[in-house]
């Protein structure tokens, strides 16, 4: 057994001297305090050693057993922290209180030293486990931030999720897609230099990822000066429709105020946003050491056929996903009838809409 | 009972056999004892029954572990009565507590004296 720091609290030194001389003989370090206050003040003493475990009596005076558990109880650094509460044999009721409070076990006044050993000992091993437990999900959470940096935060979560695995290896869910890329960006790429052309890019995926991010898009990928972005998975959004309408309006508001510089210099840029909604099979594609989360579904070559239809700033969203937003969408935003498309890879025509918002009174809203 | 005979025994079999420190405990126990017989009769001096509760469960709990019983007895009581309100005779009975307490300490000091 690895010896332990034990803080033994009782006022009455007759009960302490007992208990560190039983517990030094089988190797563990002591620490004392007179009473609950005292106790406390140690344990909160961030300059001092950390203690493993807690002897404490019920009646003391400053700070009894109760107070001091409770206070414990109360302190997140301390919450964890085994306490095993000292009682004499009259004192069930109390224990079975100090247990109900939160205490770990009891050992009685009239000390047995070999019950005084399995019990310390058992406490010990307790925290340990549950030591390695709040390491292990410390890792963990740890991973899931560094993962969320190169994975969408939904499809991070799923990773370390139960029911991941079976998520990953994939599910058929109805889903609203949005393409979205720049119109000019060809010629902008071909005259502006080089480090201008990264330059703006970065501003440009910075401003949109935060846009993704805030609706809870799940970015499937970006590429150059293309989005593609997806709701309704892995996270169930009942809105997505709506969610993505409300997301390609702020995009293309956001947009205007970063491309008017660009405008000045002679380069105009616009958005053209495609939306379309769809069943979908989502899941792990790619192959060993390099997956993607993707998505497989007409919804998807729908949005993307939509995008490349867009006129310069238009959202072009196909009827059905404007059907389904409609009653979730916000008052400001509005859809005018933009025809019935003829897009590569589908037979029948598709009806369209395009998408408008009245001007927002505060910039705060426009990001909504 | 004044002392139990297997007190002593026991403590020294508790501590692995060390009388030193056996004494160590006893002389603790003495000083304890003597606080809180004080605390016991601070309580009656300002007629508040309910603190004698804590010291008559410091002083019975020390008792029952150097085997003093009669001692051990004589304050349970008190605590016990204590936590119900009023203590009938307190002053009475912690002067017997006190009596009590030099039996024992002279029971003590001659086990220690014996060895």
Redo the contacts between chains.
Sequence with gaps: MTPGRVLVVDDTAFNRRLLVRLLTSIGHETVEAEDGRQALDRLTDAGAAAIDLVLLDIVMPVMDGYETLAALRADERLRDLPVIVISGVDELDSVVRCIQMGATDYLPKTVDPEILRARVDASLTQKRLRDNERDLLATIDRQRTQLSRFLSPQVAALVSSADGEAMLAGHRREITAMFCDLRNFTVFSETAEPEEVLGFLRAYHATMGALIVEHEGTLEHFAGDGFMTFFNDPVLQPDHAARAITLATAMRERFASLSADWRRRGHVLELGIGIATGYATMGRIGFEGRYDYGAIGNAIIMAARLSGDAAPGEILVAARTFAEAEPDLPAAITAQPAGDRQLKGFSRAVPTFSMHRAPSATPEEATR | MTLDPNAMAHLLE???GDPE?VD??ID??I??AQSQIAGLRAAVDTGDDAAA??PA??L???S??VGATTLADLS?SIEEDGRGGPIADLAARVESIATEFESVRAALLAERAAR
């Design positions: 508790i501590t692995g420190f160590e405990l603790t126990f000083d304890d509760v804590r469960h410091s019975k709990s020390n029952l572990n349970r």
